[in-house]
């Protein structure tokens, strides 16, 4: 499995923004796409922003959907998700992940790879 490692997160005013960035430790083309979930503590993981590894297209969640953007940088071996506009409703732990054949780009049991997760704290 490849090896994720987050970063980025932290604290912040609402309207204010932060990037997050997931390291990967190997050619990431084997697995089919990358995806940033979020997960408050007693609720379900949600998926946020997914990007197609060798395309590059790139899919969002409704209520993030002009604010986020993910992006990829195989230069860095990093894929990122630049955050603006943030709302106190975006708190939350946020996860990298990767997936092989990314069947549901927003599902979390189609993800076979995950970071440790990287706190987002949005202050109103």
């Known amino acids: 499995q490849v090896l994720l490692v987050e970063s980025g997160g932290g604290s912040v005013q609402a309207g204010g923004s932060l990037r997050l960035s997931c390291a990967y430790s190997?050619?990431?083309?084997?697995?089919?796409?990358m995806g940033w979930f979020r997960q408050a503590p007693g609720k379900e993981r949600e998926g946020v922003a997914a990007?197609?590894?060798?395309?590059?297209?790139?899919y969002y969640h409704d209520s993030v959907k002009g604010r986020f953007t993910i992006f990829q940088d195989n230069a860095k071996n990093t894929v990122s998700l630049q955050m603006n506009s943030l709302k106190p409703e975006d708190t939350d732990m946020y996860y990298c992940?990767?997936?092989?054949?990314?069947?549901?780009?927003?599902?979390?049991?189609?993800?076979?790879?995950w970071g440790q997760g990287t706190q987002v704290t949005v202050s109103s």
């Open positions: 992940a990767a997936s092989v054949w990314c069947l549901q780009k927003f599902n979390p049991s189609e993800y076979n790879s």
């Open positions: 190997r050619d990431i083309y084997r697995y089919k796409c």
């Open positions: 990007i197609w590894t060798g395309t590059g297209n790139t």
